[in-house]
């Protein structure tokens, strides 16, 4: 049974970081790309960065590049992104996400798992 | 990477039929056949009911149909009950590796 459990979430001050984590179990964690999506509160979802099975490529969406890094420990069976320079504009709630439904130049992804989110809010 | 376009909201009867539009371009929806549909409660996290286009997961009932048109994607929802009262996402796999959801729709049964 697959399960998705994140962590880290809180209140920080804009400009500060944050490192949210996402522990995985009852899959093959190093086979299977990772995603984060976030949802603000009553908007719509954001797909904001993934990393292949293997950690080689990670890719970002425009709002968040060059900001948050996402990174994978599959010693651990650890998705971690952190959060860098935080705008209140990043207030959301993050899902670490195993999502399907697509092939990657290198691999295809059928069933697709959420955990249940962490919320972070950035205000001062 | 501008979001899918969907309309914000679309409200039928109960057993009525409901289609929602999801549009991108030639570098997501138009290129790939890997668009998945979401329905979230509130509060609650997504749940795919259509992934490639067409398919449909385990579980999702038949009432639920995909499919796409050049940059378009479609939901199709048959004899809406009371229980698919929910917003409505698509997603697109894209160039350079990313995603992109659509803006959302909020289904209401009246």
């Known amino acids: 049974q697959v399960h998705l459990v994140e962590s880290g979430g809180g209140v920080v001050q804009p400009g500060r970081s944050l490192r949210l984590s996402c522990a995985a179990s009852g899959f093959p964690f190093n086979r299977y790309a990772m995603h984060w999506v976030r949802q603000a509160p009553g908007k719509g979802l954001e797909w904001v960065t993934s990393?292949?099975?293997?950690?080689?490529?990670?890719s970002y969406a425009d709002s968040v590049k060059g900001r948050f890094t996402v990174s994978r420990d599959d010693s651990g069976n650890t998705l971690s992104l952190q959060m860098n320079s935080l705008r209140p504009e990043d207030t959301a709630v993050y899902y670490c996400?195993?999502?399907?439904?697509?092939?990657?130049?290198?691999?295809?992804?059928?069933?697709?798992?959420w955990g249940q989110g962490t919320l972070v809010t950035v205000s001062s | 990477q501008s979001a899918l376009t969907q309309p914000a909201s679309v409200s039928r009867s109960l057993g009525q039929t409901i289609t929602i539009s999801c549009t991108g371009s030639s570098s997501d929806v138009g290129r790939y056949n890997f668009v998945s549909w979401y329905q979230q409660h509130p509060g609650k996290a997504p749940k795919v009911v259509i992934y490639?286009?067409?398919l449909r997961p385990s579980g999702v009932s038949s009432r639920f149909a995909g499919f796409k048109s050049v940059n378009t994607a479609y939901l199709t929802i048959s004899g809406l009950q009371a229980e698919d009262e929910a917003d409505y996402y698509c997603?697109?796999?894209?160039?350079?590796?990313?995603?992109?959801f659509g803006t959302g729709t909020k289904v209401t049964v009246v």
């Open positions: 996400a195993r999502l399907g439904g697509y092939c990657s130049s290198t691999s295809c992804y059928k069933d697709e798992y």
């Open positions: 997603r697109s796999y894209t160039t350079n590796n990313t995603h992109v």
């Open positions: 990393i292949s099975f293997d950690g080689s490529v990670q």
């Open positions: 490639e286009v067409t």
